[in-house]
């Protein structure tokens, strides 16, 4: 690929994964200004916006650094920038998955019909719990990966190689200056990115299905209709959207990381690709289960007032179901 063909590619990744993410969060904010309100539903879409963007914009600027230096990660100590790049998507996509986690329950619970009493003070409050949650996800992220700061190149590079010598180099793997134990904090930063928020979305996810499959059979059987129940099955549509597309992207950067351990050869276009897909894609369904911001978009395309019979049939989330 000619640099004139790698320039348009990575534009093109940058607009596809910033552009939904930058109309979501304009839109919001203007919507929780004139409303003088920022409701649970809005608040994940701007965490999710805000560091959707940063993710895009943070690997695209990783992929110059190397672009533009391929030994970069053979330079001793590590640059300031590359440190900070790594820090920025680490940060950003663990909040975007884990608000993603917390959306999830969220809907979960305003949705299905517990049975238990104990759920019945969590229903209650779920939008100051969910608020909580978000909140502490995001301050956990800034301190969990600061560590990134302290990443450099191995001892085992030699000091005396000349720059002639470096370039024929496989740079070895990063390690950490700092006093820890690097094992256990790299399993811990998996679980966190991983299993753990895939504990809540899928059960959540599986549990609304179940939910509306057996309502929308009982409303069937009783040939009656429930005003809102439309909404719900978006709902549960979007959740479950947003549930692959966060696995496909992790399927992705995993296949990126091993292929790049084992020494394999696999370009950063690939990365920059996965980030893109999941900001692009998640701005896509976010905007979809919004009527305010579905009526915004028609608007831009001159398309308002046919929108607006067909929003009319359905009752879509602008605020907390």
Known sequence: MTLVGHVLFFVALVIVGVSGNIFNLIFTIQQQ???????TVGLILN?????????????FALVVSVFQNPQIWCIRPYPLVIRTEIYLMMSCSFISFWAIAWLSLFYCIKVVNFSSECFRPLKRNISSVINAAVLLSCVLSSLLFFPMFSLDVADSLEKNHNMNDIA????????????MNANAYAAAILCLLCPIPLMIMLPTSIRMVVHLCAHMLALKKNQTQVQGSDSYLLVCKITISLVGVYMSTLCIVALFIILRLIGQFITYHTLASAFSFYSGMT??????????LK????????????????SKSQTVVTADV
């Open 33 to 39: 200004v004139k409303t003088r309100s920022i409701q």
């Open 47 to 59: 965490v999710i916006s805000i560091n959707n963007i940063i993710l895009v914009l943070a690997t």
């Open 168 to 179: 024929n180099l496989t740079c070895p793997l990063p390690s950490f200056t700092i006093q």
């Open 283 to 292: 701005s896509l369904l976010l905007t979809a289960s919004n009527r305010y």
């Open 295 to 310: 009526e915004k978009l028609w608007s831009l395309f001159c398309c308002r007032k046919a929108e607006e019979q067909t």
